[in-house]
């Protein structure tokens, strides 16, 4: 699952580099970490950052949902298209 650092890529950046989507929220690295979960900065773009340990649906949908709910309930939508 990939992420922007908000500290590092304000929120008027990532509208433009994510024009497509229909909202941004936030999620704290804490609650994610909470959650079994890791954060993991790009090697390469610090602006990026990839949840790790979320598997893919096809691997195991019902424990992809699971996390998809949890990190939803952690979110807090910042901005709606």
Known sequence: MSVFIAA???????????????????LH???IRDLGLEVIP????????EIIGVPLRDDDGGLATYYADLLAEQSRLVWKR
């Open 42 to 49: 790009d090697p390469i773009d610090v602006r990026h950052a």
């Open 8 to 26: 590092i890529c304000p929120l008027e950046e990532a509208k433009t580099l994510l024009n497509k989507v229909k909202g941004i929220a936030t």
């Open 29 to 31: 690295t804490g609650h």
